[in-house]
């Protein structure tokens, strides 16, 4: 296993040190390195993978510098846009660095959503055609790895990959971390597991639910497991971050019960387009929760900007009907009181802590399975 520190060291003795990039667990001890090592202006986590590619392009045209992007494979799609049609060397040739968590590696178990992306991923790279290489596990290998990839960059001007296998960074420990206080306004708001319990006792019974990847998704599964409700209202999005709002507004649409998103703040910044759509086009009993902890909790918790911002001004501002900021059940029900009476759609910010059970399990049926069992109960 790497040491954060040592491999932050070695991208620095390579000259880089502009860093942006959406978080990943496998990348989780990297990303708190570089977070504790730079300053806030050196390391931007972007709202999507391709924004991230534009910063980095940015960065270069600013300074004549390369800047390091870092994405989940997830990512890859975002960020294939902007690296063919503007990074790359038959256009603007922008040299950057592009670190890549490899999720649903081919012979090592993961979640479905990974696996196709996983096994495709070495394929999608030599298509591509930039020079990259797969991180090695010991630090000599990897400084000449570094210093390859870096000469390569710079003499074809050109993006470079790096791919980062599962495990391959030992633990960073931010100095004081342990002994941080936590804030007491904080403490008292409610774990995402509460709330989405909340709503899902207080929205009508027939209401379709959609919600976002990562544990929230889990947590509804879990949920509905332990009260023994079935699936069947269900669509848990399990990959493809960011698109449940619009999941959400497809089956709105199309059939008659009512439809609620259950989003997270991360996931609604990375394609926050959808918001005037849902606003114009959904049905008046839509409702768009948005569960706002200020982090991408479900893959160790870096910050997003969700806490700098007012989700339900902006969602007012693109045209929900109702909007509204709540912060406990109580503010809850009066939401939900007060939007029964009104017009919608609905957008309903909720501000909750970071965290999740330490035995949080997943899914125990297949996406297939899942949405076999949400299509039965509305196409007969
Ligand atoms: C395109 C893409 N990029 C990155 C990821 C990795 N990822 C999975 S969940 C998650 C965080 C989601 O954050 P948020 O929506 O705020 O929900 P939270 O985990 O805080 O509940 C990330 C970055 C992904 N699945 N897809």
């Known amino acids: 296993m790497l040491d954060p520190s040592s491999f932050v060291n070695l991208l620095k003795a390579s000259g880089f040190s502009f860093f942006t990039g959406v978080p990943d667990s496998l990348l989780k001890e990297?990303?708190?390195?570089?977070?504790?090592?730079?300053?806030?202006?050196?390391?931007?986590?972007?709202?999507?993978?391709?924004?991230?590619i534009g910063l980095a392009t940015g960065y270069h045209l600013a300074t004549g510098e390369s800047g390091l992007v870092y994405m989940q494979n997830s990512g890859i799609g975002n960020a294939i846009n902007p690296l063919l049609s503007l990074a790359d060397p038959d256009v603007y040739s922008i040299p950057m660095l592009v670190m890549i968590g490899w999720r649903g590696a081919p012979g090592i178990k993961d979640e479905p959503q990974h696996v196709k992306q996983g096994k495709v991923q070495m394929d999608l790279m030599s298509a591509i055609g930039y020079p990259h290489e797969i991180l090695a596990s010991n630090t000599d290998e990897v400084r000449l790895q570094i210093e390859r990839l870096s000469r390569q960059m710079k003499a074809a001007s050109t993006p470079v990959l790096l791919l980062v296998p599962k495990g391959?960074?030992?633990?960073?420990?931010?100095?004081?971390?342990?002994?941080?206080v936590p804030d007491v306004a904080e403490t008292e708001l409610m774990t995402r597991e509460q709330a989405v319990e909340s709503i899902l006792a207080m929205v009508n019974e027939k209401t379709k639910i959609v919600s976002t990847t990562g544990m929230t998704s889990r947590e509804i599964f879990e949920i509905r497991e332990r009260l023994n409700q079935g699936h069947?209202?269900?669509?848990?999005?399990?990959?493809?971050?960011?698109?449940?709002?619009?999941?959400?507004?497809g089956i709105a649409g199309y059939q008659d019960s009512p439809v609620a998103c259950i989003d997270g703040d991360g996931a609604v910044l990375m394609h926050m387009g959808a918001l005037p759509l849902i606003a114009q086009y959904a049905p008046s009993s839509f409702l768009h929760f948005v569960l706002n902890n200020g982090a991408h909790d479900s893959v160790g918790g870096q910050?997003?900007?969700?806490?700098?911002?007012?989700?339900?001004?902006?969602?007012?501002?693109?045209?929900?009907?109702?909007?509204?900021?709540?912060?406990?059940?109580?503010?809850?029900?009066?939401?939900?009181?007060?939007?029964?009476?009104?017009?919608?759609?609905?957008?309903i910010e909720f501000v909750i802590k970071k965290g999740a059970r330490e035995d949080l399990g997943r899914p125990t049926t297949t996406p297939i399975d899942n949405k076999h069992t949400f299509m039965d109960k509305i196409i007969k």
Do not use: W
């Open 30 to 52: 990297f990303c708190a390195c570089v977070t504790d090592q730079f300053p806030e202006r050196q390391h931007i986590i972007a709202a999507n993978e391709g924004a991230a």
């Open 168 to 180: 391959a960074f030992g633990k960073y420990s931010v100095a004081g971390a342990d002994t941080a």
């Open 232 to 249: 069947h209202r269900d669509f848990l999005t399990v990959g493809s971050m960011g698109h449940a709002g619009m999941i959400a507004l």
């Open 303 to 347: 910050p997003t900007i969700g806490r700098q911002i007012s989700f339900a001004s902006i969602a007012s501002a693109c045209g929900y009907k109702s909007t509204v900021t709540v912060r406990s059940i109580t503010e809850l029900h009066t939401a939900m009181d007060d939007i029964r009476k009104k017009q919608g759609p609905a957008f």
